[in-house]
């Protein structure tokens, strides 16, 4: 198979990084036919950095800071949060959250990663999972890195509650989706008793 130009490779490995910059070398292997080796001189001689790098610079740039629960309790690094808008963060399957014999992810941890970020993208010091309408669309196995994306769809009138439409990709392929309804407790009352809450989230 003819390979193509490295100035039209050089394009589209920009391309494809712009396009979802949580993309690793060994996918843009794949969809570029080049080796591994090929790809991180293409990166070099761009001047774009490896993932790790790109998410660090991600969670540098000034975003909202999460209201509802510590940040050590979401699971998953967030890279973007507006609050009450999106948010997204990234997730790595590693060893010990996968089965041992089939290294495919325990269905909770993916779970959990999307249900902290639904929780965080809430604008409110005390938000709660209400109900979680979620789907496995397919495994997840070890290495694989779980990008979850929330989006709230609406806030009740009463603004008690919320609606937050949640996609994870693997790559480009979708592997959960869940709509959940989050309660809020609009701001207006007194915090006190939220800590015996805290473990619901």
Request: hydrophobic letters at 40%.
């Amino acid at each position: 198979m003819e390979r193509m130009p490295k100035r039209q490779r050089h394009q589209q490995l920009a391309q494809h990084i712009e396009e979802n910059p949580f993309m690793t070398d060994r996918e843009l292997t794949r969809l570029l036919k080049v080796s591994i080796q090929t790809i991180r001189l293409d990166r070099m001689e761009l001047g774009i950095p490896e993932l790790r790098e790109r998410m660090k610079l991600m969670a540098e740039r000034s975003y909202d800071s999460v209201r509802s629960l510590p940040l050590h309790e979401v699971i998953g690094e967030i890279v973007d949060l507006e609050l009450d808008k999106s948010g997204i963060s990234i997730f790595e399957i590693r060893e010990e959250h996968v089965f041992s014999r089939t290294s495919i992810a325990r269905g909770h941890h993916v779970f959990a990663q999307a249900n902290s970020l639904a929780v965080a993208v809430i604008d409110d010091a005390i938000a709660l999972t209400v109900t979680a309408d979620i789907r496995f669309i397919r495994p997840v196995r070890l290495g694989e890195k779980c990008i979850a994306k929330a989006y709230v769809r609406s806030v009740s009138g009463e603004r008690s509650k919320s609606k937050v439409e949640l996609f994870t990709y693997v790559g480009d392929e979708m592997v959960f989706q869940g709509n959940f309804v989050i309660f809020r407790s609009a701001g207006d009352r007194d915090n006190g008793g939220g800590e015996e809450h805290a473990d619901r989230h």
